[in-house]
């Protein structure tokens, strides 16, 4: 402690729990400084992945289909997950299956830019999937 003062540093314990305790010898609010600036500089570089959705209907049609996986396509570029849903209304519900085709049909439609991160599945009155952006490796 007396060395530390004699710098007009100040004396930081570094792992207490060791055996002898580790200490150094520092500017302590230089270092809180610096600590500070390196979290804002890697908060600043990370980027925020946000869910899309996209809606599809159990009866759609083949060029509604394509517009809806073309802007799904754009989705994904950009870097965003997106949330592929169907909601079965009254008697649609007695056909599930319609709508696990038109799931797989669109999952094949985006293959070339996604990954399936949640296969399709019936959660109530709608059916869910997820797709995530192919990592460009």
């Known amino acids: 402690m007396e060395a530390a003062y004699a710098k007009d540093l100040d004396l930081v314990c570094i792992s207490p729990n060791a055996q002898p305790p580790v200490c150094k010898i520092m500017d302590y609010g230089k270092f809180r400084f610096e600590q500070a600036k390196r979290e804002k500089d890697a908060k600043k570089n990370q980027k925020v992945v946000e869910v899309k959705e996209i809606r599809l209907g159990l009866s759609i049609d083949v060029h509604d289909f394509e517009t809806k996986g073309k802007q ?12 592929v849903s169907i909601r079965f209304r009254g008697r649609e519900l007695g056909h599930p299956e319609i709508g696990l085709d038109n799931m797989n049909r669109f999952a094949e439609f985006c293959k070339d830019y996604s990954t399936v991160e949640k296969a399709a599945k019936m959660e109530g009155r709608n059916m869910l999937m997820f797709l995530a952006p192919k990592s460009s490796k």
């Open 72 to 83: 799904a396509i754009k989705f994904l570029n950009a870097g965003n997950k997106v949330k």
